[in-house]
């Protein structure tokens, strides 16, 4: 028996998650499927004649996507650098906000003249 974990896409729910294991559950040489709505990751028990082709398929066909997790929980590089771009962005629209929100009555600090 094998146990293989893949990553899934396109769960949004419970329903979704429980939708994904029924698809796994029914191909043939499958022992056992557990989904992980938060971590958007299957682990499944196998053997033959089932194989990780085969369950992909079968959660393609279920209307998801699945792979093969990699061993690496790291981000690749690519990754990484789109990450702290979006922090980057975020932290430069949280600043204003911060201090059109908040500035003037935590801090007493002038609101701009277009806005008071």
Known sequence: MKNEKFDVKGMSCA??????ERAVSAVEGVESVSVSL??????VSFSEPATAEGICKAVKAAGYGARPAKDSQKPEK???GKLVGILIASVLLL???M???MGHVMLSWPLPRWIA
């Open 78 to 80: 690519g990754e990484t």
């Open 15 to 20: 329903v979704c998650s429980g939708h994904v």
């Open 99 to 101: 201090y059109i929100s």
């Open 95 to 97: 600043l204003p906000l």
């Open 38 to 43: 938060l971590t958007n990751s299957m682990t």
